[in-house]
């Protein structure tokens, strides 16, 4: 059975500061999703990452993928407040798709 | 503003009723899914429909019923649903199932509250 664990689950920090959050799937998987989701609003696609050694950019967010260790990174870079929100990553296997339970990043002005 | 436009945003039905939630695409993706999130938790794979046909049913309860009737349109049944099944429902699309390097797009969802 596919999990996907992600941690930390809560995660308050100060404008400036940077850090990262961990995703830890179980088994093989086809494909690694990062999303990012406001209060009361829909989910938003952040990156896609396929292969081993994957690293993809957006602004202040960077994921990378270590396929043979089963984690995907988000890093976030001197976070502004405009980046507080859940972000979830998630797992494709055989056309199943299972998230992580998220992490809720406050960033504090 | 998604471009998978789900309707209505909210409804308060109960426990005896009969209601459908609706869901569009106009991107020519041929992959659509239904997902539950309740609050504060992530969102579970309810359905996948590959091509118009249904690929995946994650042993949803029959009184949840989905219909694809074309390649753009998605619905969801619903029939003396329980207080439980309250919840944000949000309807996906994708180019594929299977090999695609591309995200699901998700609509804004349905707040579903069930009496």
């Known amino acids: 059975e596919l999990k996907v664990e992600q941690n930390p689950l809560f995660l308050s920090m100060q404008e400036g500061k940077n850090y990262t959050i961990y995703c830890n799937y179980s088994t093989t998987s086809d494909r690694l999703y990062w999303y990012r989701q406001d209060p009361g609003k829909s989910l938003e696609s952040l990156f896609v990452?396929?292969?081993?050694?994957a690293v993809k950019q957006e602004g202040r967010l960077m994921a990378s993928l270590d396929t043979k260790a089963r984690l995907s990174t988000l890093h976030i870079t001197a976070a502004v407040h405009d980046l507080s929100a859940t972000y979830f990553c998630?797992?494709?296997?055989?056309?199943?798709?299972?998230f992580g339970k998220g992490t809720r990043l406050h960033i504090l002005p | 503003d998604t471009e998978v436009t789900q309707t209505p945003k909210h409804l308060v039905m109960g426990m005896t009723n009969k209601k459908s939630l609706k869901c569009e695409q106009h991107?020519?993706?041929?992959?659509m899914y239904w997902y539950k999130q309740k609050a504060k938790k992530p969102p579970e794979l309810m359905f996948v429909?590959?091509?118009?046909?249904?690929?995946i049913n994650e042993s949803v309860p029959s009184r949840f019923s989905p219909e694809c009737p074309n390649s753009s349109l998605l619905n969801l049944h619903l029939h003396a649903l329980q207080p439980e099944d309250s919840a944000l429902y949000l309807c996906a699309s994708s180019q594929e199932t299977g090999e695609s390097n591309q995200p699901q797009h998700f609509g804004d969802g349905t707040r579903l509250s069930i009496l």
């Open positions: 991107m020519g993706h041929r992959a």
């Open positions: 429909y590959s091509y118009e046909k249904l690929s």
């Open positions: 990452l396929l292969s081993n050694g």
């Open positions: 998630a797992v494709d296997r055989d056309d199943k798709i299972i």
